[in-house]
């Protein structure tokens, strides 16, 4: 079973401040996506990393996936009330079957006003 | 456009009770079809997956079972309901199996077993 272990397990900030959470596996992945979810829905995709060493940008958040594909940093500038939710990575298996994504457990984001 | 529905949105039901919750996908057809829980707003568990009518993979043994009578509906059932069956129940379904491919979620039912 691949593991995804997501770090922290909760941040809370203030409006403006930056942050950064991390999402580590000892396992190689072919690709790993970022969900955001809000309460009481389901996640909604916010990026797609697919080659190790890739960075991407999306407005104030930015998305790094590591060198050997086994992990993955999702970096806020400026954050505000509205990034709040709970941050899901989720990696799909290489060299097992493509129909799986396994998730982490989440980090979630409170930024306060 | 695609879109995905999932029903009910609450629902509170006895020990013991049977479940039945369901889900289709619209605008769309041979999805890969998804049933996720998540307890407490965390992390999602796999429980079903399937790759096309009748075919169901099972990821964790447990009180539930899941079925595709068409392409696009996935059903998650349970005969007799545990307390710890209780939490957020999450449909998603994908186009295929490529490393881009995205999970679109329903917006999920929240089930209390009391």
């Known amino acids: 079973t691949q593991l995804l272990e997501q770090s922290p397990q909760f941040l809370s900030i203030q409006e403006g401040e930056n942050l950064t959470v991390y999402c580590n596996s000892s396992s190689v992945f072919s690709s790993l996506q970022w969900y955001r979810q809000e309460p009481g829905e389901g996640p909604v995709l916010l990026v797609t990393?697919?080659?190790?060493?890739e960075v991407k940008k999306l407005k104030r958040l930015t998305f790094q996936f590591g060198d050997a594909r086994k992990d993955s940093s999702l970096h806020i500038t400026a954050a505000q009330p509205g990034d709040t939710g709970l941050y899901l990575c989720?990696?799909?298996?290489?060299?097992?079957?493509?129909?799986?994504?396994?998730f982490g457990k989440g980090t979630l984001l409170t930024v306060n006003p | 456009s695609q879109t995905i529905h999932q029903w009910p949105a609450t629902l509170v039901q006895p020990v013991g009770s049977p479940l039945s919750l369901e889900c289709t996908v619209e605008?769309?057809?041979?999805?890969?079809l998804y049933w996720y829980r998540q307890a407490a707003g965390r992390g999602l568990q796999l429980l079903f997956y399937?790759?096309?009518?009748?075919?169901i993979s099972s990821e964790v043994p447990q009180n539930l079972s899941a079925s595709r009578p068409q392409d696009r509906q996935f059903i998650l059932s349970s005969k007799k309901l545990l307390l710890s069956d209780s939490g957020f129940y999450l449909c998603?379904?994908?186009?295929?199996?490529?490393?881009?491919?995205?999970?679109?979620f329903g917006s999920g039912t929240q089930l209390s077993v009391l």
């Open positions: 990393v697919v080659t190790g060493g």
């Open positions: 998603a379904w994908r186009q295929g199996a490529s490393t881009n491919e995205k999970l679109f």
């Open positions: 399937s790759v096309g009518i009748g075919q």
């Open positions: 605008g769309t057809s041979n999805p890969n």
């Open positions: 989720a990696g799909l298996n290489s060299g097992g079957s493509n129909y799986k994504l396994t």
